[in-house]
Nanobody, 127 residues
Framework: RVQVVESGGGFVQAGGSLRLSCAAS????????MVWFRQAPGKELEGASC????????FYSDSVRGRFTTSRDNDRNMLFLQMNDLKAEDTAVYFC????????????????????GGQGTQVTVSS
């Protein structure tokens, strides 16, 4: 079964950086696009990024584009999210999940249903 373990969250001041990691197992990692989502207190899940199976194509929501960078290491079954210039509104629990196994990230990737199996990692940004 799909297993993911998110890590790397923490407490940081506005303008700071964090690098999140996602260790994946239980599925053929390099066969799937991968996504990062986040959920702030009292809010719905929000898509942050999607990366294609090879890592050649990346997609971001407007709220993080230019500040966040997603990458993957298919040899180690690892997904990453480098977050720079963090803002208070980035405070949330961050989750990773496998996406589609065909083609690249779809244009509607933020609105697709995903299976979030991990506990997530908390990111808190103080203003």
């Amino acid at each position: 079964r799909v297993q993911v373990v998110e890590s790397g969250g923490g407490f940081v001041q506005a303008g700071g950086s964090l690098r999140l990691s996602c260790a994946a197992s239980g599925f053929r990692f390099n066969d799937y696009n991968m996504v990062w989502f986040r959920q702030a207190p009292g809010k719905e899940l929000e898509g942050a990024s999607c990366i294609s199976r090879s890592g050649a194509n990346t997609f971001y929501s407007d709220s993080v584009r230019g500040r966040f960078t997603t990458s993957r290491d298919n040899d180690r079954n690892m997904l990453f999210l480098q977050m720079n210039d963090l803002k208070a509104e980035d405070t949330a629990v961050y989750f990773c999940a496998p996406g589609s196994s065909r083609g690249s990230c779809p244009s509607n990737w933020p609105n697709v249903q995903y299976e979030f199996g991990g506990q997530g990692t908390q990111v808190t940004v103080s203003s």
